[in-house]
């Protein structure tokens, strides 16, 4: 079974700084990953979703990558701000799969 | 354009009790699903849906029943509950097979005493 790891859970940074969130998962047989925000009470908002035949995907100041191979992505967070403060997810789908498989998630809190 | 909407919001129920969670989507999607979501663990699928009629197991399935009836509907059902049931309950919906983005729903908190 895919087991997805998210470290660390929480994470403080002050404002402007540039942060990566680490995403592994076990079995590297994936059809694509993605990267989800959480605002607290809320559902999750899909931020970058990368297919397993790319390496990286962009939109504004997120960057996310993907290794395959490795089973490791990263969402690269630019010029960080107090509303990017949230939980980040990262989730994976398998080939001919219907379901994705979750992280546990890692807070960030970014300072003013 | 809603979105995905959840009914009801919040629910606290007493061991034994039955309740029908309510998802609905308004983006014509052909895929749903109901993701519960506990502290320390990631969300992991109930059931879900490929079209309408149509229901399968996920990861955690014991419990639970699920129809989908209307293509804008997904229904999710606990006939006895129990504390272990208590959760965030999420559904999301996906247009079909050429698109992976899910679209969530913001969320049910269900608390069984």
């Known amino acids: 079974k895919q087991e997805v790891t998210q470290i660390p859970a929480a994470l403080s940074v002050p404002e402007g700084e540039n942060l990566v969130l680490n995403c592994s998962f076990t079995?590297?047989?994936?059809?694509?990953l993605q990267w989800f925000r959480q605002d607290p009470g809320k559902g999750l908002t899909s931020l970058l979703l990368i297919q397993s035949s790319q390496r990286e995907q962009t939109s504004g100041r997120l960057n996310a990558s993907l290794d395959k191979s490795s089973g490791r992505s990263t969402l690269y967070i630019a010029a960080s701000q107090p509303g990017d403060s949230a939980t980040y997810l990262c989730a994976v789908r398998g080939p001919g799969a219907n379901n994705l498989f979750f992280g546990t998630g890692t807070r960030l809190t970014v300072i003013p | 354009n809603a979105g995905v909407t959840q009914t009801p919001k919040f629910r606290v129920l007493k061991t034994g009790q039955s309740m029908t969670l309510l998802c609905a989507q308004d983006m014509n999607h052909e895929y749903m699903y109901w993701y519960r979501q506990d502290p320390g663990m990631g969300l992991r699928l109930i059931h879900y849906s490929v079209g309408e009629g149509t229901t399968a197991k996920g990861e955690v399935p014991d419990g639970y029943n699920v129809s989908r009836l209307k293509k804008q509907n997904f229904l999710l059902g606990l006939e006895s509950a129990a504390p272990s049931q208590t959760s965030v309950y999420f559904c999301?919906?996906?247009?079909?097979?050429?698109?992976?983005?899910?679209?969530f729903g913001p969320g049910t908190r269900l608390t069984v005493l």
């Open positions: 079995d590297s047989a994936i059809y694509n």
């Open positions: 999301a919906s996906r247009g079909d097979m050429s698109t992976d983005t899910q679209y």
